[in-house]
């Protein structure tokens, strides 16, 4: 049977957008799966014990430098009152 005119065309262009469907629905899957995949690794690994060690040792190195600096000012040999002393007129 050959199919001739508008069915023809109808049925090609049916054909082509079943195939273009096809392959977007193919790189949907695999984009979504990526996603999931580096999320889930991504997530063990925020949570691991490496990441906790490495994150501190940032930490302390930063906040280990910022000490010897407050130190070296030193701390005032006498503060004054924590509130302040005046006396209240009298009516």
Not at 20 to 45: D, E, H, W
Not at 63 to 88: A, C, E, F, R, Y
Request: glycine letters at 8%; charged letters at 15%; aromatic letters at 8%.
């Amino acid at each position: 049977m050959i199919v001739t005119g508008t069915k023809a065309l109808k049925n090609v262009s049916l054909i082509m957008f079943q195939k273009i469907a096809n392959v977007l629905s193919i790189l949907s899957f695999v984009l979504i799966s990526t996603t999931l995949g580096a999320s889930y690794f991504g997530y063990k690994y925020v949570t691991s014990e490496q990441f906790k060690s490495k994150l501190m040792k940032e930490v302390m190195g930063n906040v280990s430098g910022l000490l010897p600096n407050v130190l070296d000012q030193g701390l005032p040999k006498m503060t004054g009152p924590s509130l302040p002393t005046t006396k209240l007129p009298k009516f």
